[in-house]
């Protein structure tokens, strides 16, 4: 049985403080030298790019970015959201997840399998670098994203992530740091 394609693409602008969240996490997870069946890429802000990569036969999509949900800053998400949440209105200078994810369609394809990895954000005005509560989530992330990966090889299917019903997508999420 051939292991499935997953991709894991971090997203956000790294000159928007905590928004760079998802750019770090990939970094540090390409430095893992992960399976050849896994492919980590940073996409910043181009969504394009990253819908293209999607619609190239992925089975499994993880993307990595900050997720302002009301939380304490740092608080780490896993969540899936819901398909189809409606009409693309790309910006090809910007990266917004849910569009990207809408874009496929237009391609012609579509990601059985999509994850998000998302951090509370503290701060997203400019500058670079992380706050120290997101830069301390980075860890957390990480492993977040490696123990998806790993329910993955072992059972040979995907990951089921809990529905939180308040939110309406599939969300454990606690702050880093907790356990």
Not at 80 to 96: C, K, L, N, T
């Amino acid at each position: 049985m051939p292991m499935p394609r997953v991709l894991i693409a971090g997203v956000g602008n790294i000159f928007l403080g905590d928004d760079g969240f998802g750019v770090e996490v990939a970094a540090r997870l390409a430095a893992l030298g992960l399976p050849e069946w896994i492919a980590v890429g940073d996409y910043g802000i181009s969504g394009m790019h990253l819908a293209y990569d999607l619609a190239d036969g992925v089975e499994l999509a993880i993307l990595i970015d900050a997720m302002p949900r009301g939380g304490e800053p740092g608080t780490v998400y896993v969540a899936e959201p819901e398909p189809g949440s409606g009409p693309a209105v790309f910006d090809s200078h910007g990266m917004q997840p849910d569009v990207v994810l809408s874009m496929l369609g237009t391609l012609g394809a579509q990601v059985p399998r999509v994850l998000i990895v998302g951090c509370e954000p503290g701060c997203a005005g400019e500058g670079i670098g992380l706050s120290a509560p997101v830069g301390a989530a980075v860890d957390e992330a990480v492993k977040a994203v490696l123990g998806l990966l790993g329910e993955t090889q072992n059972t040979g299917g995907w990951p089921d992530v809990p529905r939180d019903t308040r939110r309406g997508d599939r969300v454990p999420a606690r702050p880093a740091g907790s356990g």
